[in-house]
């Protein structure tokens, strides 16, 4: 199955820096790339996704980068804010054994934004 | 519109009882899953439909089942459960079944076996 491994497991930066989370996957296969953030006790949401045939994507202050050839996406946040403290995770869309398709996701990465 | 609920939020068993934790969900979704939450180790996959009357192992399903009877629910019954058990569940479910697209949470179910 796919293994997607995510680095730093904490990152804290002054309010106003950019941060980068960066993820490896195993699977070259893999299609799909979402991220998501989790917010202290609260659900996961999807922040940003992208797909295996676009290199990069930008939503306001968050961007993803894909390197199919490496097998490895980032996470760009710029202009960090107090809200954007939370611990987000990257995932990564693999075949499973029955032949369906399963998310697998990282570890996690704490952020903190330090006012 | 109350998207995926779940039930309880929170419980305590002992080791080697029985306990099934209810999903539902009201935006016909096809696509239901349950993953569990540890720290460090992110969200790992128990089980998931594609469909009512379809369900498929994740990566840890040892220890769990699940039936998918309805469109709207997907329950997770811990048939004899261990203190490994112990997590944060959280049921998803998704629109269409290529596995691409939001996944929408619900609000999480902890539970802490003793």
């Known amino acids: 199955g796919e293994n997607v491994e995510q680095h730093p497991s904490t990152l804290s930066v002054q309010e106003g820096d950019s941060a980068v989370i960066k993820c490896t996957y195993s699977?070259?296969?893999?299609?799909?790339f979402p991220w998501y953030k989790q917010e202290l006790g609260k659900r996961p949401q999807l922040i940003i996704d992208?797909?295996?045939?676009?290199g990069e994507k930008k939503d306001q202050r968050i961007a993803v980068t894909l390197n199919k050839t490496a097998k490895h996406f980032s996470l760009h946040i710029t202009e960090t804010q107090p809200e954007d403290s939370a611990v987000y995770f990257c995932?990564?869309?693999?075949?499973?054994?029955?032949?369906?398709?399963?998310?697998?996701f990282g570890s996690g990465t704490r952020l903190q934004v330090q006012p | 519109n109350a998207g995926v609920t779940q039930t309880p939020k929170f419980q305590v068993l002992k080791t080697g009882q029985s306990m099934t934790l209810q999903c539902a969900q009201d935006?016909?979704?096809?696509?239901m899953s349950w993953y569990r939450q540890d720290p460090g180790m992110g969200l790992r996959l128990i089980h998931y439909?594609?469909?009512?009357?379809?369900?498929d192992q994740g990566e840890v399903p040892n220890g769990y089942n699940v039936s998918r009877s309805t469109t709207e629910d997907f329950p997770l019954r811990l048939l004899s459960a261990a203190p490994s058990q112990t997590s944060v569940y959280f049921c998803?479910?998704?629109?269409?079944?290529?596995?691409?697209?939001?996944?929408?949470f619900g609000e999480g179910s902890r539970l802490t076996v003793l």
């Open positions: 995932a990564a869309s693999s075949f499973e054994g029955t032949g369906r398709r399963a998310l697998t």
């Open positions: 699977d070259s296969a893999s299609n799909y």
């Open positions: 998803a479910t998704r629109a269409g079944t290529v596995n691409t697209g939001e996944l929408f």
């Open positions: 935006m016909n979704h096809e696509y």
């Open positions: 439909s594609v469909g009512a009357g379809i369900t």
């Open positions: 992208i797909r295996s045939n676009v």
